[in-house]
């Protein structure tokens, strides 16, 4: 075997490290990882699955330099080799990249994909439960896997996707899901990935005294809700409460174990949810926005909170802001040192269009975002922010192997997706609801010429 | 709707804060990012001649060889307006204005066969399943500051429609992007008139509570509907002519028929005066809409979004109806769930005109792009898919022999491009509207700083007359208007009742 004892030392590192973060769900790998310190590389190999050798491709890593005439080498869906020069192990399937260009997976930031088929027929939307306080509500039980959505947006290169649901003000639970698999429970990368907070409407400038009212009204319910848990925190602990699922939902939010997942759009309104979360002393956070998070950036810097930046290919707010107010807030962000990634809408309707995410990046580019960090936004920043960047984000030794095959660069929309890899399992882009019709009525029978 | 105030309180709000408040400070207020007159500015001036030097020049004209499609290092004239030639080395006059267009990508003015943009207030008449007496040109509002947001994003015409909440809806308007003149300013004279089709599920209120249930509830009664209309437009037409001739053998005292709007505007489609716009999905009602087209006379200008249209391609060419498309929409309500990226390619594959919309104000800013997916998803060559959003609209919409290509003879309307008209990374430099320059980017940037501390400026007034609303005057809430669209596409819908 010839596989570079280097990179194996580092491999071994890595799952060293991973073994003592997020191991409670991959009770497996941290076996694996076990093993593999206590084996040499040689037997390691050789006792594990078959390796796949990609090779012969620009390997984009995202982490690092480009790769030029790069090789990939994947054994039991996870990356055990990247870089120039490596020898292909005897044994390993070869698969020819020569000229092609490898990415790992856009990652969706924001996402109701497997959860919505289609917006407007209300028996295939699983997104919004009723009720204020939702927190004991787990976004990834109706993860539907054969939804016809997820291999159109694979076909554009988006290989993950967080999704969360949009019912109350807590709306519940957030996962991180791989868009390939056979079900839920093995499409999921990472539960709870948060709790999401749609922030209540702020009054501004200009609503009248109802509005005012209802919106003082909703945050002072939060206030109780929030209170309401701690109480019950403390009676807990007394043992003089009932169990209660909707307070106990809140308790991991409560003491910074699930990180707060704040949705919060207008200036007004990130202002106000930010000085919320801090007398709540909540600042396990990230910031789920639009283009306002440009009028908050230097505050979102000093205070280091991420965020995820949706509605980039929006219209201005308002009528006085220029043109490209939304195109250019990523790069305001970027200027500003803030950690962001760029996400389409967390809507129904964004669902269908998910593939487009690369898009929203490349107009951020167009408009002042180096493009590297355009890249970025939509692969290892996401994955990054949604505490998933040691399974996805890059093309990197103990990653998942999810990545895909391109012509060229694909934040370029005339560049064509060829082959899409997820956790190391080919994914057929030809199997298909969109690419069998196309294929069924291309190949309809023309009409006959009609005689002069 | 948790995160964002609900807009029509705001809106009502805003509405009364401005008349109240602020003595009017506010409504003084810049209300765009170059010129905060600009919607009533004079236009801007029309240079008698604009070359534009050293450019590559995508001319979209039809029948031109592949290597003469694209011009490099090529210059384009304009004299009076008007185009007059492209070429290389072109004399101009000493007075001429001279554009170095080295790097830069020129293209026609792009062309949206399906927006919203400008009509203010209700988009349906929804009273009526046929409401063809209603006009577009009667509402329309050249204040809406996405006329210049589009012109930033190389649009230079649009077909305004209304939405699709009936079977048969009103009148259209093709406006040119005139950004500053009044609402007849916008209208461009030499097009044909046109009329709002509407099939499937919105005509059949499938996806909203209407008030009142109303006929048709299914794809046969949009049929039925359409029918009825036009027979009754035919007793309509025979009552006048019959009336006509009458009058013409000399019989008096005679009760002429009275005039019917409605009708009248039925009995153009059918003289061919008034291009039918007919919103549709499956391929089913669009094989229905042109028997009935067929049966009373007339062609179908263009299916409007037709995502099913290439299910039934070989038909559509053969009628020569045109077909205006979403490049990639779908899965949005059940009668898309067949809607395929691929449509355009395979329309274009077998000879329908073809054309990609907006029905955006957003998307209307970035048509170049939805261009380029025709080259992603089925490989139309470039040249081709360009022409999605130029020439192939104009041709749809009848105005091909004044627009949609850079060819001598036709208007100035052109885009300067930073980069290939197609990629993502390219940004619109320059936005011609008959010879005269209705955008330009650089002149946008250096007048924000101006308009910034304009805006600041009258705060302080505000602020410095002591009204305890002053702070009010600092509002970033966003523009009600535009909370309707973040709302839609925050919580999942479209825009029903415009359209889609």
Same mark, same amino acid.
């Given at each position: 075997?010839?596989?570079?004892?280097?990179?194996?030392?580092?491999?071994?590192?890595?799952?060293?490290?991973?073994?003592?973060?997020?191991?409670?769900?991959?009770?497996?790998?941290?076996?694996?990882?076990?093993?593999?310190?206590?084996?040499?590389?040689?037997?390691?190999?050789?006792?594990?699955?078959?390796?796949?050798?990609?090779?012969?491709?620009?390997?984009?890593?995202?982490?690092?330099?480009?790769?030029?005439?790069?090789?990939?080498?994947?054994?039991?869906?996870?990356?055990?080799?990247?870089?120039?020069?490596?020898?292909?192990?005897?044994?390993?399937?070869?698969?020819?990249?020569?000229?092609?260009?490898?990415?790992?997976?856009?990652?969706?930031?924001?996402?109701?994909?497997?959860?919505?088929?289609?917006?407007?027929?209300?028996?295939?939307?699983?997104?919004?439960?009723?009720?204020?306080?939702?927190?004991?509500?787990?976004?990834?039980?109706?993860?539907?896997?054969?939804?016809?959505?997820?291999?159109?947006?694979?076909?554009?290169?988006?290989?993950?996707?967080?999704?969360?649901?949009?019912?109350?003000?807590?709306?519940?639970?957030?996962?991180?899901?791989?868009?390939?698999?056979?079900?839920?429970?093995?499409?999921?990368?990472?539960?709870?990935?948060?709790?999401?907070?749609?922030?209540?409407?702020?009054?501004?400038?200009?609503?009248?005294?109802?509005?005012?009212?209802?919106?003082?009204?909703?945050?002072?319910?939060?206030?109780?809700?929030?209170?309401?848990?701690?109480?019950?925190?403390?009676?807990?602990?007394?043992?003089?409460?009932?169990?209660?699922?909707?307070?106990?939902?809140?308790?991991?939010?409560?003491?910074?174990?699930?990180?707060?997942?704040?949705?919060?759009?207008?200036?007004?309104?990130?202002?106000?949810?930010?000085?919320?979360?801090?007398?709540?002393?909540?600042?396990?956070?990230?910031?789920?926005?639009?283009?306002?998070?440009?009028?908050?950036?230097?505050?979102?810097?000093?205070?280091?909170?991420?965020?995820?930046?949706?509605?980039?290919?929006?219209?201005?707010?308002?009528?006085?802001?220029?043109?490209?107010?939304?195109?250019?807030?990523?790069?305001?962000?970027?200027?500003?040192?803030?950690?962001?990634?760029?996400?389409?809408?967390?809507?129904?309707?964004?669902?269908?269009?998910?593939?487009?995410?690369?898009?929203?990046?490349?107009?951020?580019?167009?408009?002042?975002?180096?493009?590297?960090?355009?890249?970025?936004?939509?692969?290892?920043?996401?994955?990054?922010?949604?505490?998933?960047?040691?399974?996805?984000?890059?093309?990197?030794?103990?990653?998942?192997?999810?990545?895909?095959?391109?012509?060229?660069?694909?934040?370029?929309?005339?560049?064509?997706?060829?082959?899409?890899?997820?956790?190391?399992?080919?994914?057929?882009?030809?199997?298909?609801?969109?690419?069998?019709?196309?294929?069924?009525?291309?190949?309809?029978?023309?009409?006959?010429?009609?005689?002069? | 709707?948790?995160?964002?105030?609900?807009?029509?309180?705001?809106?009502?709000?805003?509405?009364?804060?401005?008349?109240?408040?602020?003595?009017?400070?506010?409504?003084?207020?810049?209300?765009?990012?170059?010129?905060?007159?600009?919607?009533?500015?004079?236009?801007?001036?029309?240079?008698?001649?604009?070359?534009?030097?050293?450019?590559?020049?995508?001319?979209?004209?039809?029948?031109?060889?592949?290597?003469?499609?694209?011009?490099?290092?090529?210059?384009?004239?304009?004299?009076?307006?008007?185009?007059?030639?492209?070429?290389?080395?072109?004399?101009?006059?000493?007075?001429?204005?001279?554009?170095?267009?080295?790097?830069?990508?020129?293209?026609?003015?792009?062309?949206?066969?399906?927006?919203?943009?400008?009509?203010?207030?209700?988009?349906?008449?929804?009273?009526?399943?046929?409401?063809?007496?209603?006009?577009?040109?009667?509402?329309?509002?050249?204040?809406?500051?996405?006329?210049?947001?589009?012109?930033?994003?190389?649009?230079?015409?649009?077909?305004?429609?209304?939405?699709?909440?009936?079977?048969?809806?009103?009148?259209?308007?093709?406006?040119?992007?005139?950004?500053?003149?009044?609402?007849?300013?916008?209208?461009?004279?030499?097009?044909?008139?046109?009329?709002?089709?509407?099939?499937?599920?919105?005509?059949?209120?499938?996806?909203?509570?209407?008030?009142?249930?109303?006929?048709?509830?299914?794809?046969?009664?949009?049929?039925?509907?359409? %029918?009825?209309?036009? $027979? #009754? /437009?035919?007793?309509? =037409?025979?009552?006048?002519?019959?009336?006509?001739? @009458? +009058? !013409?053998?000399?019989?008096?005292?005679?009760?002429?028929?009275?005039?019917?709007?409605?009708?009248?505007?039925?009995?153009?489609?059918?003289?061919?005066?008034?291009?039918?716009?007919?919103?549709?999905?499956?391929?089913?009602?669009?094989?229905?809409?042109?028997?009935?087209?067929?049966?009373?006379?007339?062609?179908?200008?263009?299916?409007?979004?037709?995502?099913?249209?290439?299910?039934?391609?070989?038909?559509?060419?053969?009628?020569?109806?045109?077909?205006?498309?979403?490049?990639?929409?779908?899965?949005?309500?059940?009668?898309?769930?067949?809607?395929?990226?691929?449509?355009?390619?395979?329309?274009?594959?077998?000879?329908?005109?073809?054309?990609?919309?907006?029905?955006?104000?957003?998307?209307?800013? %970035?048509?170049?792009? $939805? #261009? /380029?997916?025709?080259? =992603?998803?089925?490989?139309?060559?470039?040249?081709? @898919? +360009? !022409?999605?959003?130029?020439?192939?609209?104009?041709?749809?919409?009848?105005?091909?022999?004044?627009?949609?290509?850079?060819?001598?003879?036709?208007?100035?309307?052109?885009?300067?491009?930073?980069?290939?008209?197609?990629?993502?990374?390219?940004?619109?430099?320059?936005?011609?509207?008959?010879?005269?320059?209705?955008?330009?980017?650089?002149?946008?940037?250096?007048?924000?700083?101006?308009?910034?501390?304009?805006?600041?400026?009258?705060?302080?007034?505000?602020?410095?007359?002591?009204?305890?609303?002053?702070?009010?005057?600092?509002?970033?809430?966003?523009?009600?208007?535009?909370?309707?669209?973040?709302?839609?596409?925050?919580?999942?819908?479209?825009?029903?009742?415009?359209?889609?």
């Amino acid at each position: 075997m010839n596989l570079d004892k280097t990179k194996l030392m580092h491999l071994r590192s890595h799952l060293v490290s991973k073994t003592s973060h997020r191991s409670s769900h991959k009770p497996v790998f941290s076996t694996l990882a076990m093993l593999m310190i206590l084996l040499s590389p040689w037997t390691l190999v050789a006792q594990d699955g078959p390796i796949v050798a990609l090779v012969g491709a620009t390997v984009h890593t995202v982490s690092g330099d480009d790769i030029g005439n790069g090789t990939v080498l994947v054994q039991d869906g996870r990356i055990i080799a990247v870089g120039a020069g490596i020898e292909t192990p005897d044994g390993a399937e070869v698969v020819d990249l020569s000229g092609k260009h490898l990415y790992p997976g856009f990652v969706l930031s924001a996402s109701a994909l497997g959860l919505t088929e289609i917006g407007a027929v209300r028996a295939t939307n699983d997104l919004g439960e009723i009720g204020d306080n939702n927190a004991d509500v787990r976004a990834e039980v109706a993860f539907n896997a054969d939804s016809l959505l997820l291999p159109e947006t694979m076909a554009g290169g988006v290989l993950t996707a967080h999704v969360s649901m949009n019912g109350g003000t807590i709306t519940g639970t957030t996962a991180v899901m791989r868009l390939h698999g056979w079900n839920w429970q093995d499409m999921t990368i990472s539960t709870p990935a948060g709790m999401r907070l749609d922030f209540p409407s702020v009054s501004t400038a200009g609503d009248d005294e109802e509005d005012a009212e209802s919106s003082s009204e909703a945050i002072e319910q939060l206030d109780e809700l929030i209170e309401n848990a701690e109480h019950y925190a403390k009676a807990k602990a007394a043992g003089t409460v009932d169990h209660d699922p909707k307070m106990e939902g809140l308790l991991p939010l409560l003491e910074g174990e699930v990180p707060l997942y704040l949705f919060a759009y207008n200036k007004a309104q990130i202002e106000k949810a930010l000085d919320w979360t801090a007398e709540k002393g909540l600042d396990n956070l990230v910031l789920f926005t639009g283009q306002d998070a440009r009028y908050v950036a230097e505050r979102l810097a000093t205070e280091n909170i991420p965020v995820v930046l949706t509605g980039i290919l929006s219209l201005p707010w308002r009528a006085w802001e220029g043109y490209d107010t939304p195109f250019t807030t990523p790069s305001v962000l970027h200027e500003a040192g803030v950690r962001f990634a760029i996400s389409d809408s967390a809507s129904s309707f964004g669902a269908m269009n998910s593939r487009n995410l690369p898009f929203h990046a490349a107009q951020a580019a167009a408009f002042g975002l180096p493009k590297e960090i355009a890249l970025r936004s939509v692969t290892l920043s996401p994955a990054e922010i949604l505490g998933v960047a040691d399974h996805i984000g890059s093309i990197d030794v103990g990653k998942e192997a999810t990545f895909f095959v391109s012509n060229g660069d694909p934040l370029e929309i005339r560049t064509s997706i060829e082959r899409v890899w997820v956790q190391g399992q080919e994914v057929d882009l030809k199997n298909r609801h969109q690419y069998r019709l196309y294929d069924k009525y291309n190949n309809r029978p023309r009409p006959a010429a009609t005689s002069e | 709707m948790s995160h964002i105030s609900n807009p029509r309180r705001t809106r009502e709000a805003m509405t009364r804060a401005s008349l109240v408040l602020l003595s009017g400070v506010l409504l003084a207020l810049p209300m765009q990012a170059f010129d905060p007159d600009a919607w009533n500015a004079e236009q801007p001036e029309q240079p008698g001649v604009i070359v534009v030097r050293g450019a590559t020049i995508w001319t979209a004209a039809d029948d031109v060889s592949p290597e003469d499609a694209v011009l490099e290092n090529a210059d384009l004239l304009i004299r009076a307006g008007v185009i007059e030639a492209i070429g290389q080395n072109l004399q101009v006059p000493s007075d001429a204005v001279e554009i170095d267009g080295t790097g830069k990508h020129v293209t026609p003015g792009l062309i949206d066969a399906h927006s919203h943009t400008a009509a203010s207030g209700g988009l349906n008449e929804g009273s009526n399943n046929v409401t063809s007496e209603v006009r577009v040109a009667d509402v329309l509002n050249p204040e809406d500051v996405n006329l210049y947001r589009q012109l930033a994003g190389g649009l230079t015409i649009a077909n305004v429609l209304h939405g699709s909440a009936n079977a048969i809806g009103g009148q259209n308007a093709v406006i040119k992007l005139r950004w500053g003149l009044e609402a007849d300013g916008l209208l461009m004279q030499e097009a044909p008139q046109g009329i709002k089709f509407a099939l499937g599920e919105n005509p059949k209120r499938s996806n909203f509570r209407a008030p009142e249930p109303r006929y048709p509830t299914t794809r046969q009664g949009v049929e039925k509907s359409i %029918r009825e209309a036009f $027979e #009754a /437009a035919i007793d309509y =037409r025979d009552a006048h002519q019959a009336h006509n001739r @009458a +009058l !013409k053998m000399g019989k008096k005292n005679l009760v002429p028929p009275q005039r019917d709007f409605q009708l009248e505007a039925l009995v153009e489609i059918m003289d061919g005066t008034r291009l039918v716009h007919a919103h549709s999905y499956r391929a089913d009602e669009i094989l229905m809409l042109m028997e009935v087209a067929e049966d009373y006379g007339f062609t179908v200008a263009t299916f409007q979004h037709v995502l099913e249209g290439y299910k039934v391609a070989d038909e559509l060419a053969a009628s020569g109806s045109g077909a205006s498309s979403f490049s990639d929409w779908w899965a949005y309500k059940y009668e898309v769930i067949d809607a395929i990226p691929h449509n355009g390619a395979i329309m274009w594959d077998r000879d329908v005109l073809v054309s990609f919309n907006s029905d955006s104000g957003e998307l209307a800013r %970035r048509l170049n792009l $939805e #261009a /380029a997916k025709a080259v =992603r998803w089925g490989g139309v060559p470039e040249v081709e @898919a +360009l !022409k999605f959003v130029t020439l192939n609209p104009a041709k749809q919409l009848q105005i091909d022999k004044w627009v949609g290509s850079l060819e001598p003879g036709k208007h100035g309307d052109f885009v300067i491009w930073s980069g290939h008209p197609l990629s993502t990374y390219s940004r619109v430099e320059q936005t011609w509207v008959d010879g005269r320059k209705y955008f330009d980017r650089q002149t946008d940037l250096e007048a924000r700083e101006t308009i910034a501390a304009e805006r600041q400026a009258l705060l302080q007034e505000v602020r410095d007359s002591g009204d305890e609303r002053a702070e009010d005057a600092e509002d970033t809430e966003p523009d009600p208007e535009d909370v309707d669209r973040i709302v839609d596409s925050y919580h999942g819908h479209p825009h029903q009742e415009s359209g889609r």
